[in-house]
């Protein structure tokens, strides 16, 4: 197994404790639900990382075509992720308003940028593949995963 599974079930378990733990709003469940649906996404690039792994050649068949029946919802769990986390930003600006100084805000804002860049750089996968193009996505990915880790860390 890729050391992404374990580090992807530390992210949710750490991320389901503060939500369980804090005062629980409408923005807080859109919020946890945005997380749930970028950590099930993110556990693609762990599934071919073991893949790319030292590991028998029938873990790695097995892996490959469970992949391929996750692949046709991959998009749209990202785009459903955008959406979702536009509402929690929306309700998080209702209830708080805009607080320029405040770093859960503007990591969050980096989070939604960032994140929709990998949505729309996913799209343009789907649309025609190329090498920089799945590269982009890839690297817009880990800024993903780092910007909402630190957005639940703080």
């Known amino acids: 197994m890729s050391i992404w599974f374990f580090i992807n079930a530390i992210v949710f378990f750490y991320a389901m404790v503060k939500v ?11 919020g946890s639900i945005g997380i749930t649906l970028i950590l ?7 599934v071919f990382s073991t893949i790319r792994s030292n590991i028998s050649r029938k873990r790695k068949i097995k892996y490959a ?21 536009i509402v929690h930003a929306s309700y998080v600006l ?3 308003g805009w607080q320029s100084m405040n770093p859960k805000m503007l990591s969050g804002l980096l989070a939604i940028v960032v994140l929709s860049f990998v949505v729309l750089f996913g799209w343009l996968r789907f649309i025609r593949t190329t090498y920089n193009r799945r590269m982009i996505h890839l690297i817009l990915g880990y800024c993903l ?7 639940v860390i703080l």
Request: glycine content about 4%; charged content about 10%.
């Open 94 to 96: 209702y209830y708080f």
């Open 20 to 30: 369980f733990s804090s005062a629980f709003g409408i923005h807080i469940i859109f």
């Open 40 to 46: 099930y996404n993110w556990t693609r690039h762990a």
């Open 65 to 85: 075509q469970l992949s391929k029946k996750v692949l046709p919802i991959h998009k749209y769990t990202g785009s459903s992720a955008l959406v979702v986390l």
């Open 145 to 151: 995963f780092v910007s909402v880790v630190l957005h």
